[in-house]
């Protein structure tokens, strides 16, 4: 039997948190502030120009995705982020050449406000970087703890009603799922004992889940992926 989930309105700000202001993020970033600009479209995003079919195809019904389900507009989304490297993200967008230097400069003042957050970083689990801008603490259960406050502070500095958080960070080493990844409790355990097979995106999963907001992950690791958080993410926010 299909379960009818009740979606509420949007309201207030919505603010986006990424672990990892690289390639991707800023180019997100950097995209949705161009478009508020009106110095672009949103090509490719399937929240403001895909369209969803309304009863049989005959019936040529193909309105906006946005117009049938209630989405915040781009214009009320915030961003923040968490990087071992301290560069804004005007700073990380050039560096990215991803987009170009002259579409950037047109939004430099709104970019350059976006300063990565310290992150939880590990060079264990992705080998090719060594940055400084990194948080310390003697249990991985702490860096959650630390990374929830991040995240208080940022709801609260931007006025946020809402929070979504999406792993954009470089992609850890290959981890097994294994004993510790598979109930809450389990999970819980092993970030208070450090144990090895829970690597950084995981503890911002963790934190993120914890405080009941939504979780994607925008690379190939584990991440989110286990039993453990499924739990968890259930326990948050029962639907
Ligand atoms: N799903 C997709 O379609 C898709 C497409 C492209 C890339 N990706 C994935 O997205 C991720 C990012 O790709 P990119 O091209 O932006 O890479 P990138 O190297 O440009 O950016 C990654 C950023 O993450 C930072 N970082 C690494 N570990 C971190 C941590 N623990 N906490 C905070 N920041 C951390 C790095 O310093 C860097 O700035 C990669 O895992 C990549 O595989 C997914």
Sequence with gaps: MTKKIKIEKPKGKLG???????????????????????????????????????????EN??????????????????????DIFEDNVYESAIHAKVLEESLLKKIKPQLEQ?????????????KRLNGKYIKKAKTKMELANA????????????????LVMVWC???????????????????EKGLEENHKDIP??????????????PYANGAPNLSCDVPGMVELAKKQRPL
């Design 16 to 58: 986006i948190l990424m672990p990892g202001l690289g390639a991707v993020a800023t180019t997100t970033i950097a995209g949705v502030h161009a478009v508020n600009k009106g110095l672009g479209l949103p090509i490719g995003s399937l929240t403001q120009m895909g369209r969803m079919r309304i009863g049989k195809r005959t």
């Design 61 to 82: 019904n193909q309105p906006f995705i946005k117009d049938v389900i209630a989405l915040q507009p781009l214009k009320n989304v915030v961003f923040g982020g968490w």
């Design 114 to 126: 976006i300063k990565p957050m310290k992150a939880v970083f590990d060079h264990e689990y992705v």
């Design 147 to 162: 990374v929830m406050k991040d995240i208080e502070k940022f709801k609260k500095d931007n006025d946020c009603d809402r």
């Design 169 to 187: 960070g470089s992609t850890e080493i290959y981890i097994e799922e294994g004993d510790v990844h598979q109930t809450m409790e389990s999970l």
């Design 200 to 213: 950084p995106s995981m503890i911002y999963a963790y934190a993120a889940i914890k405080m009941g907001i």
